[in-house]
């Protein structure tokens, strides 16, 4: 795929058709790079629905969330983007200002959506619509008057007003704002739901902390004390052309994704013929259709804080104690004994400090690449080596530069699988095993959470589409591990996800304490 960089033309960004023929010209507005094309041709399926989930023990007033959604936005122009298609292809469309209002959802129609939700005969919603959806009980909360809540939260994973690609005859918004009352326990649930191609994990982390602190100045009366970065950072970071807004592509230092055309030729063919030895766990349902569901990966304290002492001893990291539980965790699955088995793991790296201009966090948008790693596993591989392999594997690609080298390869493979799913086993769209990222979020924000009353927050995307069996979006929060584990339904149960996700725990407990 070639990314196309030229800027777009039109006076009226935000309100005209992108018919042919008009182009746009408001700042920023420019035609999809590769990556962010292979997320378009993804969503259409069911993977790339990004959401950020903020359950506040209090009402929230709509006025103080709708001050902090447009807040990020004046901030961060990605947020400001419609998608677009111009002449079959799509491009983002900028709107000079924030545009995006709160979607408000009573205390009553809440209770209907959650009526909904749990009635036995409804399916996942493919649509933004609340018509029938079928999503099981996450078991997040001891709290059993707040699980109400994470049935949203799946809810939201799985509404996809995207998924009509480029029949779209308007530009459609990038950004959803949800302001859920609960009734039970007198809290609130916002909820962002973004289109994956605009905020990668770093930009949804970003878009938390902005937003709480304006909840927080809103609510004590002046500046959050934790705040690093101006209130108003219009163009933060950005040279005279814009550059820090550009595709991931266009981005990458001149000669470093060089690679000679037969190079890609054969990648794509050892890529290719290397996923027909990949091992999957089993599948389930592999003809239904699927909507994605979370469960969740918790350490205490104390056991994160040995586990990365361990990691630290045994030198290794804790991307690497992540991926290896997983494989052994799939290999006890499968009952594989000493017999062994391929499966790949799919790692995504942040590229913000390895591209030109090395751009901030504060840049919202997708600059994360991924990297692709096949390991041979049984139930008897030390978890140790296993981990020392899966991090030195993934050093060896960095090294490499595969993240910028394979970068058109794995898009294009992802693209050829969503176009050809019999490509891949079952027709299931499975690509790896397992994804996880190469080193978790740190979350330091507890204080800020407390003075602006945020009990609990979820961050993930969905994978029901092309993806992996799991994928993992681990964070640190003040200290402890908390993974978000997103799988794909039915074509694995909940309870053998929750099985695999139980035995990681494990694995990862007893290498840290042994």
Request: net charge negative.
């Amino acid at each position: 795929m070639q990314t196309e960089s030229a800027n777009l033309r039109n006076e009226n960004a935000c309100e005209s058709t992108a018919e042919e023929g008009f182009l746009l010209e408001t700042p920023h507005s420019r035609m999809l790079g590769g990556t962010e094309y292979s997320w378009c041709k993804a969503l259409g399926g069911g993977t790339g629905i990004t959401i950020l989930a903020l359950h506040f023990e209090q009402t929230v007033n709509p006025i103080h969330l709708q001050e902090a959604v447009h807040a990020v936005q004046r901030n961060c122009p990605r947020l400001r983007s419609k998608l677009a298609w111009v002449h079959g292809n799509p491009a983002f469309s900028v709107c000079p200002h924030p545009y995006v209002q709160v979607q408000v959802v009573d205390s009553v129609t809440t209770c209907e959506i959650l009526s909904q939700i749990s009635s036995p005969n409804g399916s996942s919603p493919s649509s933004d619509s609340t018509d029938e959806i079928s999503i099981q009980s996450d078991g997040y909360s001891s709290d059993a008057d707040c699980q109400d809540w994470l049935h949203l939260v799946q809810f939201e994973l799985n509404t996809n007003p995207w998924s009509e690609n480029s029949d779209f005859q308007t530009p459609k918004d990038m950004l959803i704002a949800r302001l859920y009352h609960l009734q039970h326990c007198s809290s609130s649930l916002v909820i962002l739901r973004i289109h994956t191609s605009i905020c990668d994990r770093v930009s949804a982390a970003m878009i938390l902390k902005e937003m709480l602190h304006v909840f927080y100045e809103n609510k004590i009366g002046h500046p959050s004390p934790q705040r690093a970065f101006p209130s108003q950072m219009e163009d933060y970071g950005l040279n005279k052309e814009g550059l820090n807004y550009m595709a991931i592509e266009d981005a990458i230092p001149k000669g470093k994704a060089n690679k000679p055309f037969w190079a890609h030729g054969v990648d794509l063919l050892g890529y290719s013929l290397g996923s027909r030895r990949h091992s999957n766990l089993p599948f389930e349902d592999p003809q239904s259709p699927r909507h994605s569901e979370v469960v969740r990966l918790l350490l205490s304290l104390e056991e994160t804080t040995l586990l990365q002492n361990a990691c630290e001893m045994k030198g290794t990291t804790m991307s690497g104690a992540l991926t290896a539980a997983g494989l052994k965790a799939a290999a006890v699955l499968k009952e594989l004994g000493n017999r062994s088995e391929n499966y790949a793991v799919t790692t995504l790296v942040d590229c913000r400090s390895l591209v030109d201009n090395n751009l901030s966090d504060h840049i919202v948008g997708f600059y994360h690449s991924a990297i692709l790693n096949t390991y041979n596993i049984n139930e008897a591989v030390d978890f140790w080596e296993l981990a020392r392999k899966c991090s030195n594997a993934l050093d060896t690609s960095m090294k490499n530069r595969k993240h910028f080298t394979d970068m058109s390869d794995v898009n294009y493979l992802m693209c050829q699988a969503i176009q050809h799913p019999s490509l891949t086993p079952s027709s299931s769209l499975r690509t790896s095993l397992i994804v996880v990222f190469e080193g978790p979020m740190v979350d330091d924000m507890d204080e800020l959470k407390r003075a602006v009353g945020l009990k609990d927050y979820i961050g993930c995307s969905s994978i029901h589409g092309v993806g992996p069996s799991i994928a993992v979006f681990d964070t640190i929060r003040n200290g402890a591990l908390d993974c978000a584990c997103v799988y794909p339904v039915p074509l694995h149960s909940r309870k053998k996800m929750q099985n695999l996700i139980n035995c990681m725990k494990s694995v990862l407990v007893r290498a840290a304490v042994n």
